[in-house]
């Protein structure tokens, strides 16, 4: 009878011991890890840069932001980039900048802003950022157009420096900003910045019977956007569509456009797809901006 016991003794604290190492594992498991500190969102003032006696100068931002190094710029496509460290609520930081204009006015700060819903929006104060986000900062020679230029958590209408100006079909006109990015030919204009610049949309929705001309600002050290390309030595100007053997994508399937003209003549690229599309838009320019090179292809193309 003992030895009966013994061994219901033994069984159960065998169960028991099982049942208490699958339950710690159990709970081990369901512990989520905590988010690491890296992956929270960042915010990153760009103050922008200019163009003067054939340098290019830097803005500033000396106080509450860390100035990201030629390495980390690369590595975010954003030159001149500083990383924001003040608390959110708090009051963001104010850029410097030794530029004036041709009277020798100063251009003064009107703000950071950024692209939000497809629309300018202005900041004064540190947002909740959850993902890395770009604030770049307005700078004027002449600040009387604004009574109160700076408004927190506003929206207010800005011209890019780069976009699209669209025409429908309907009739009805839209402004789509270009982003600026880089590309790996050197010879392309880098439209005031340090490299090679190359201006793109991405998602851009086009229906039959839309048409565009493109506005950039930098072709000859301009600081407003001028309709592209321009005319050259011989004031003519070209548009070239590209194709890309490797993805077997030719933009003239989709776009049309004058691959030669005289610069009086109107830039305007034409889509000619039989159906709405979304589109990836890429444009650079060469030689003196008198060549505007395009490629679109459709989005999800591999």
């Known amino acids: 009878m003992k030895k009966i016991l013994s061994l219901i003794l033994v069984s159960l604290l065998a169960v028991c011991s099982l049942g208490v190492i699958t339950a710690t594992a159990a709970t081990t498991q369901s512990s989520p890890a905590p988010l690491a500190a890296e992956e929270q969102g960042k915010l990153y003032l760009v103050p922008g840069t200019y163009v003067e006696g054939g340098q290019t100068v830097e803005n500033e931002v000396p106080t509450g932001a860390t100035k990201l190094s030629a390495a980390e710029c690369e590595a975010i496509f954003t030159q001149n980039a500083y990383l924001c460290t003040v608390e959110r609520g708090a009051k ?81 006109t839209e402004n789509v900003k270009l982003i600026r990015g880089f ?60 194709a890309s053997t490797e993805k077997e994508n030719d933009t003239k399937d989709f776009l049309s456009a004058p691959e030669s003209a005289y610069y009086l003549a109107e830039p305007r690229i034409e889509y000619i797809g039989e159906e709405a599309g979304q589109y990836n838009l890429y444009i650079k320019y060469f030689s003196g901006g008198s060549i505007m090179a395009v490629y679109m292809e459709p989005m999800g193309l591999v």
């Open 92 to 172: 963001l930081p104010v850029p410097i900048s030794t530029r004036k204009d041709k009277e020798g006015n100063p251009y003064c700060f009107n703000g950071w802003w950024t692209i939000k819903n497809a629309t300018v929006t202005y900041y004064k104060s540190m947002p909740k950022v959850t993902e890395p986000t770009f604030f770049y900062a307005d700078w004027r020679a002449d600040l009387s157009q604004h009574k109160d230029p700076i408004i927190p958590d506003g929206v207010v209408a800005a011209e890019p420096n780069h976009y699209l100006e669209l025409k429908r079909a309907d009739g009805t």
């Open 183 to 242: 590309t790996n030919i050197s010879s392309a204009e880098n439209l005031g910045y340090q490299f090679a610049a190359e201006l793109k949309v991405e998602g851009l929705e086009l229906k039959p019977g839309d048409s565009f001309v493109v506005y950039t600002t930098g072709l000859k050290e301009s600081d407003k956007a001028e309709k592209s390309p321009i005319g050259g030595s011989n004031k003519q100007w070209s548009i070239d569509l590209e």
